[in-house]
T-cell receptor, first 115, second 115 residues
Framework: AQSVTQPDIHITVSEGASLELRCNYSYGATPYLFWYVQSPGQGLQLLLKYFSGDTLVQGIKGFEAEFKRSQSSFNLRKPSVHWSDAAEYFCAVGYSGGGADGLTFGKGTHLIIQP | DAGVIQSPRHEVTEMGQEVTLRCKPI?????LFWYRQTMMRGLELLIYFNNNVPIDDSGMPEDRFSAKMPNASFSTLKIQPSEPRDSAVYFCASTHSRQGPETQYFGPGTRLLVL
């Protein structure tokens, strides 16, 4: 069975500082990977995704993530955070087979931005 | 274009009552997913449909939960009878199922409180 681990429940970063949120997955086949962001009381917004090809993917709002197969990781990064980045971040993994299948989510990382 | 639409956005009910949550997927999407989000368990897939047919309902917690998709533009998730432990945020997501992975787009969620 596939699983996703986000080891950091909370992360506090100063505004303007760099950010890295960790995500590790466990899955036997080629995964496809997502990062979603959830603001308080809101739904999930897709930040970026990896299906194949270049292992460094760019997303919205200045975020990027790097797929490292050898480490089973898909960490999310941003060079300089803004106060508006405070939110809950979820890493998710899906099947690489045909059709659409349900996603398995990590438990999330709550990002706090200090002024 | 309208995104995934869910109603109601908030629902407060008493234990034992029937609750019906509604979802309208993005037009043209043929796969629909129901997820539940709780503090304890995070985001969990409950059930998903391809072309209006339920494919995997292994995440449905109990027989009290049922889901239907009578046509391509509408789905319901029903809880009967409801219990306090069903309190959660319920998300609907949709995508267009093709060969290979696709991005799921999430609705704003229904926040359910069972007293």
């Amino acid at each position: 069975a596939q699983s996703v681990t986000q080891p950091d429940i909370h992360i506090t970063v100063s505004e303007g500082a760099s950010l890295e949120l960790r995500c590790n997955y466990s899955y036997g086949a080629t995964p496809y990977l997502f990062w979603y962001v959830q603001s308080p009381g809101q739904g999930l917004q897709l930040l970026l995704k990896y299906f194949s090809g270049d292992t460094l993917v760019q997303g919205i709002k200045g975020f990027e993530a790097e797929f490292k197969r050898s480490q089973s990781s898909f960490n999310l990064r941003k060079p300089s955070v803004h106060w508006s980045d405070a939110a809950e971040y979820f890493c998710a993994v899906g099947y690489s087979g045909g059709g659409a299948d349900g996603l398995t989510f990590g438990k999330g990382t709550h990002l706090i931005i200090q002024p | 274009d309208a995104g995934v639409i869910q109603s109601p956005r908030h629902e407060v009910t008493e234990m034992g009552q029937e609750v019906t949550l509604r979802c309208k997927p993005i037009s043209g999407h043929n796969s629909l997913f129901w997820y539940r989000q709780t503090m304890m368990r995070g985001l969990e897939l409950l059930i998903y449909f391809n072309n209006n047919v339920p494919i995997d309902d292994s995440g449905m917690p109990e027989d009290r939960f049922s889901a239907k998709m009578p046509n391509a533009s509408f789905s319901t998730l029903k809880i009967q009878p409801s219990e306090p432990r069903d309190s959660a945020v319920y998300f609907c997501a949709s995508t267009h199922s093709r060969q290979g992975p696709e991005t799921q787009y999430f609705g704003p969620g229904t926040r359910l409180l069972v007293l």
